[in-house]
């Protein structure tokens, strides 16, 4: 169900502003145009009018649970997409001619898409990468050649889809695609209008129900590392997320894995067997012959080994279809489907793979900045697994740098989870880091309104966030042994956000928004946070007084985790540039 036009036009948004003047009206959630003048094109409107316009498709709630209805017809799913896209003027067989590399799993599938689109680049090719969330900025979704599409062209092509889609909706029932499947029809519409060379597609959610797997003929596809997560749509065991993973093999189209465990691996030979889907399973990193020296990443962190060796067996798959004529990069050789999954021999990669391994970058994952006094550990880890590698990755760089800070040295937990993750869990892995505070905020930038539609979420409202944040606060106390204080309530009403942080009687504290968080753990030590644009979120004398510690302290070693929109978030904040 598409979320009426009055939820944008109730929240004030920059697109209401534009309507009203150009001549809008609403009546029941539609619009009407109240103009004796002709109707201004769609073309002619911004780029956050376009963000908010896309923000009415925002339905995940309902879609998702929709997909819980469908599991047993996929192809109800995809016939859904398939009509969604044809409305956009776009045929499936047009997709063929992208050159698509399509890569799923539960950890590091963005990871391993960043690598390979990043290897082929430094080939020369024009790359297109489509992933999922955007830490800032809707547009990062889709990218030309590593970068996010400029927000004229997101602009452009926005109102040429949404126009075809919105114009056709009354013949099928006033129908319109949610927001994902949207920015899917999308990103295939500008790859094909930028005439890239290779599309890199990264899934959404599962793989053989997700709204990507429309496409017909890949080139080839990749299997990250699998775990627990969304079990509520893929099931509650990693062998039955492993069926769904394997749900984007395609016959005879070469598909690779890291290494799993025995359960999900046999699943994913299964899968493999029944597609007719030449399956191998990628060597160890240490084991590709560099010459001297270790293998540089561009991207810190163990588990990126593995991210790092199946993205080099993508872009050598890609690129021998590619025909380059280079006979040190030999194709595998199983042609013998029936044996479910054959382990592949490192190849020595060449000179422009190791370029584009090193050269690689993905904010927000195993992400460091320094602004001064203050060091920020980022990385949106949300699940047990992708959090134990963060929790190892954090010890290992924040003690690094602790070890010549030449004096005392804070550790502050900024944390918060969303959607049906298990925070407990999470949070007690975060244990044995040690920190002198735990800081809890919602998904919320600022505490006030803001024109910035790009991190609007219409599907949670701020009581319930700010319930789990105090929900997380109370199991980080219980997991450090700390009585709860029942007498501290966080005040919420409808319309604002409360200006002041939860105390309690541990040193862990629940703030209403990113801004206010940032601000209070930073401690005026922080130039871009202390900015004067900046507006200072009051807090009680007694808070204030807490953060004697941060004030005295060498150094700020802040780690945020728990959720990419958090980190999202964050990065809005300390680098005002990722907002241009």
């Not at 959630?29 to 073309?43: F, I, M, W």
């Not at 602009?155 to 029932?173: H, I, M, N, S």
């Not at 990126?304 to 798959?317: G, T």
């Amino acid at each position: 169900m598409m979320v009426p036009i009055s939820r944008v036009l109730e929240r004030g948004s920059v697109f209401a502003a534009f309507l009203y003047q150009k001549g809008w009206t609403t009546t029941r959630g539609r619009l009407k145009y109240s103009s004796t003048k002709a109707e201004p094109l769609l073309s002619r409107m911004e780029y956050q009018d376009a963000v908010c316009t896309l923000n009415t498709l925002q339905t995940n709630a309902s879609a998702l649970e929709q997909v819980r209805r469908e599991r047993g017809h996929p192809q109800l799913q995809l016939q859904a997409i398939k009509v969604f896209l044809e409305r956009a003027g776009l045929q499936v067989e047009e997709l063929d001619e992208l050159n698509i590399i399509h890569v799923t799993g539960t950890k590091g599938k963005g990871s391993t898409c960043a690598f390979t689109e990043q290897i082929l680049r430094s080939y020369g090719f024009q790359t297109g990468f489509y992933s999922s969330p955007h830490l800032v900025q809707v547009r990062e979704r889709i990218r030309i050649n590593g970068k996010p599409i400029g927000k004229e062209l997101f602009t452009k092509y926005f109102w040429q889809v949404y126009g075809r889609l919105y114009e056709t909706k009354d013949a099928y029932g006033g129908s319109m695609p949610a927001y994902f499947r949207f920015l899917t029809i999308l990103a295939f519409h500008v790859f094909l209008q930028e005439k890239v060379d290779v599309a890199v597609m990264e899934v959404g959610i599962g793989g053989a129900y997700d709204c990507t797997n429309i496409i017909r003929r890949p080139w080839v596809c990749g299997i990250s590392s699998l775990g627990i997560d969304h079990t509520s749509i893929l099931g509650d065991t990693i062998e039955k997320i492993a069926w769904q993973k394997g749900g984007i093999f395609k016959p005879g189209v070469p598909a690779f894995t890291v290494k799993q465990q025995d359960g999900p691996m046999t699943v994913l030979k299964q899968r493999a067997k029944e597609i007719v889907c030449p399956l191998w399973v990628c060597p160890d990193l240490e084991e590709y012959p560099v010459g001297t020296g270790p293998l540089l990443l561009g991207l810190t962190g163990l588990h990126q080994h593995s991210n790092a060796s199946l993205a080099l067996q993508l872009s050598q798959s890609w690129l021998q279809r590619r025909c380059l004529p280079d006979t040190s990069l030999p194709p595998p050789t199983n042609t013998d489907y029936s044996k479910g999954a054959t382990p592949v021999v490192a190849f020595s990669p060449t000179p422009v793979m190791l370029k584009g391994l090193v050269e690689t970058e993905w904010p927000g994952r195993n992400q460091t900045l320094t602004h001064g006094p203050v060091t920020y550990f980022l990385d949106g880890a949300h699940t047990t697994r992708s959090m134990l590698a963060c929790v190892r990755w954090f010890r290992e760089a924040a003690a690094q740098q602790e070890r010549t800070a030449g004096g005392s040295v804070v550790r502050v937990l900024l944390f918060n989870s969303t959607g049906e993750r298990d925070s407990a869990a999470m949070l007690k892995l975060l244990v044995p880091c040690h920190f002198d505070f735990a800081v809890f905020c919602p998904n919320i930038t600022e505490a006030i309104a803001s024109c910035n539609a790009d991190q609007q979420n219409f599907n949670v409202s701020v009581e319930n966030m700010l319930t789990r944040c105090l929900d997380n606060q109370r199991s980080w106390q219980l997991l450090n042994g700390q009585e709860e204080n029942h007498g501290s309530q966080l005040l919420i009403t409808r319309d604002t956000l409360p200006l002041v942080a939860d105390e309690r009687r541990s040193e862990s504290l629940v703030f209403p928004c990113i801004l206010s968080a940032l601000q209070w753990l930073s401690q005026g030590r922080d130039s871009v946070l202390a900015h004067p644009d900046n507006r200072v979120i009051p807090v009680k004398p007694s808070v204030t007084a807490k953060a004697a510690p941060l004030r005295d302290a060498t150094g700020i070693h802040v780690l945020a985790t728990g959720s990419l929109h958090l980190v999202g978030g964050v990065l809005k904040h300390l680098d005002p540039s990722l907002s241009c």
